[in-house]
């Protein structure tokens, strides 16, 4: 791992199934986090973060790593479909009692896209856990995406 | 079963100077050794592992294995919690103009 790395990790009310669900689904990662996440979600295929108001502007693509439901994905993250900004995100999702722990690292990142990054994360991940315990993604993200 | 990423949790670890002093540490470089935390602090090293797992505990810090070696990442979404708490929505932006209009002035008085 590089020094250029991140790491979240959040505790979610959930079960492992809904949240690999609320990451895969593109209808659900338009209710918290304003883009549809749109793949197959098979390892090789390419995915794309396509905004949900304005699906012909895409604010990040790339490929599928490792998918081994409902437990890790792996994907290449080029921002603004940028190829030559490529970084790695790895989801991990592990049961914890009633609980589900989500860890979110984000690594190989060039310093430009580490800024926007750094912001973005925890919002998109306190929206999912919102998301998922209550049925309402925030509505920061939504404005964020909008005012972009 | 929800002490862990509790709000109790990331107060009380954040009400410590030596442990705010970590997290500005990781926060400078992120993804250290407990041997690269313990460099340049007049604290022992028992205590930084103490002070350490306080913050583990809070969801402040998340220790991942690479190879032979523990590295220690600052993880900021508790705060962002708690920030989402109590931050408006319409807020945010107005308080991020304030703390840049501190911060400026205060860089000028150097």
Same mark, same amino acid.
């Given at each position: 791992?590089? $020094?250029?790395?991140?790491?979240?990790? +959040?505790?979610? @009310?959930? !079960?492992?199934?809904?949240?690999?669900? @609320?990451?895969?689904?593109?209808?659900?990662?338009?209710?918290?986090?304003?883009?549809?996440?749109?793949? /197959?979600?098979?390892?090789? =295929?390419?995915?794309?973060?396509?905004?949900?108001?304005?699906?012909?502007? +895409? /604010?990040? @693509?790339?490929?599928? +790593?490792?998918?081994?439901?409902?437990?890790?994905?792996?994907?290449?993250? @080029?921002?603004?479909?940028?190829?030559?900004?490529?970084?790695?995100?790895?989801?991990?999702?592990?049961?914890?009692?009633?609980?589900?722990?989500?860890?979110?690292?984000?690594?190989?990142? /060039?310093?430009?896209?580490?800024?926007? +990054? !750094? $912001?973005?994360?925890?919002?998109?991940? =306190?929206?999912?856990? !919102?998301?998922?315990?209550?049925?309402?993604?925030? /509505?920061?993200?939504?404005?964020?995406?909008?005012?972009? | 079963?929800?002490?862990?990423?509790?709000? #109790?949790?990331?107060?009380?670890?954040?009400? #410590?100077?030596?442990?705010?002093?970590?997290? #500005?540490?990781?926060?400078?470089?992120?993804?250290?050794?407990?041997?690269?935390?313990?460099?340049? &602090?007049?604290?022992?090293?028992?205590? &930084?592992?103490?002070?350490?797992?306080?913050?583990? #505990?809070?969801?402040?810090?998340?220790?991942?294995?690479?190879?032979?070696?523990?590295?220690?990442?600052?993880?900021? &979404?508790?705060?962002?919690? &708690?920030?989402?708490?109590?931050?408006?929505?319409?807020?945010?932006?107005?308080?991020?103009?304030?703390?840049?209009?501190?911060?400026?002035?205060?860089?000028?008085?150097?």
């Amino acid at each position: 791992m590089n $020094q250029l790395s991140f790491v979240y990790v +959040i505790y979610i @009310a959930s !079960t492992p199934e809904k949240v690999w669900e @609320a990451l895969t689904n593109e209808n659900l990662t338009a209710e918290y986090w304003a883009h549809k996440n749109v793949s /197959d979600w098979k390892t090789g =295929s390419k995915w794309e973060h396509r905004r949900a108001k304005d699906f012909s502007k +895409i /604010d990040g @693509a790339g490929e599928i +790593i490792e998918s081994v439901p409902p437990k890790k994905l792996v994907i290449s993250w @080029a921002e603004g479909g940028n190829v030559e900004k490529k970084s790695r995100v790895s989801f991990e999702i592990e049961p914890v009692f009633d609980t589900v722990r989500l860890t979110v690292t984000h690594e190989e990142l /060039d310093s430009a896209t580490l800024r926007g +990054i !750094t $912001q973005g994360w925890p919002a998109v991940l =306190s929206s999912l856990k !919102t998301f998922l315990e209550s049925g309402h993604g925030l /509505d920061l993200i939504r404005r964020w995406t909008e005012e972009r | 079963m929800h002490i862990i990423g509790g709000v #109790d949790g990331v107060f009380k670890a954040l009400a #410590d100077p030596h442990r705010r002093c970590l997290l #500005d540490r990781l926060y400078k470089r992120n993804g250290q050794t407990l041997g690269d935390l313990c460099a340049g &602090v007049d604290i022992t090293r028992q205590a &930084v592992t103490k002070h350490l797992k306080v913050l583990q #505990d809070a969801n402040l810090v998340v220790a991942i294995w690479r190879g032979r070696e523990k590295l220690h990442y600052l993880n900021p &979404v508790p705060i962002h919690q &708690v920030y989402q708490r109590w931050i408006g929505k319409y807020e945010s932006n107005r308080l991020a103009m304030l703390v840049q209009l501190k911060n400026t002035l205060e860089e000028k008085k150097k």
